[in-house]
């Protein structure tokens, strides 16, 4: 027999899980909203372009899109990498990854590679010599998520994140903004004043660029020799 449950604990429970990122809740989240993410983003598309310009790529190089959702960076990494390059997406919502791949077939893409996966238990299959992480906040607050990437770069790759944070506690009205696009993209809000600071162990060279009034971040560096 099952022992009885302790409705004392769910609310701590249900506390607690803001603290921490929850696949399943995420996994909820972004298959909501796959039909109409391209239009959520449109607001932050001079952010994803500072993001791609910051990873310094050059034909021929392999970059991993990290939490790719639909595919919208697509366009932009394979205008730098061309068609010698190698795109690898990963994406846990199959939603999200099937208009990624139509994506990818309407433009004839054949060196991007879509992964269904979490990005803790993807199965990378090359070196990369970048990284791009847009608005994964989730994944940037993973610990494990992180450390699959770093493993699949190549010494003095360049990883580039980007995403919401806090704006500074006296613009109420921009940090309204904030919370209501993280209760819609975001399993946690744990680390939205820093979400780069899993980074920090990682990369050297560590800059991070605030934009949108501050409600926003461009994190960048390059890979720690390990």
């Known amino acids: 027999m099952d022992p009885p449950s302790d409705d004392r604990s769910q609310p701590f429970q249900r506390l607690t899980r803001w603290f921490t990122p929850n696949r399943s ?3 909820r989240q972004y298959r909501s909203r796959a039909r109409i993410y391209d239009l959520e983003l449109l607001l932050f598309e001079p952010v ?8 310094r790529l050059k034909k021929g190089d392999r970059v991993l899109d990290v939490g790719c959702g639909t595919g919208l960076s697509l366009t932009a990494l ?4 061309g068609p010698e390059g190698s795109i690898v997406g990963i994406e846990q919502s199959p ?4 208009r990624a791949h139509a994506r990818a077939a309407e433009n004839n893409w054949t060196n991007v590679e879509l992964v269904s996966a979490s990005v803790e238990e993807a199965a990378i299959p090359f070196a990369a010599d970048a990284a791009l992480f847009h608005f994964t906040h989730d994944i ?9 990437v770093v493993s699949h770069l190549k ?7 980007a995403g919401l944070k806090w704006a500074p506690i006296r613009t109420l009205p921009l940090n309204l903004f904030v919370w209501n696009a993280a209760m819609r993209s975001t399993s946690t809000l744990e680390g939205l004043a820093r979400p780069w600071s899993n980074l920090e162990a ?23 020799e390990r």
């Open 25 to 27: 809740t995420a996994l």
């Open 95 to 98: 939603e999200m990854l099937e």
């Open 48 to 55: 994803r372009q500072r993001a791609i310009q910051l990873l």
């Open 202 to 224: 990682i990369l050297q060279e560590l800059e991070v660029e605030q934009m949108l009034g501050g409600t926003v971040y461009v994190a960048s560096g390059i890979v720690k």
């Open 78 to 81: 394979e205008s730098y990498l």
């Open 140 to 148: 940037m607050r993973t610990p494990g998520a992180l450390a699959n």
């Open 155 to 161: 010494p003095g790759a360049r990883i580039v994140a």
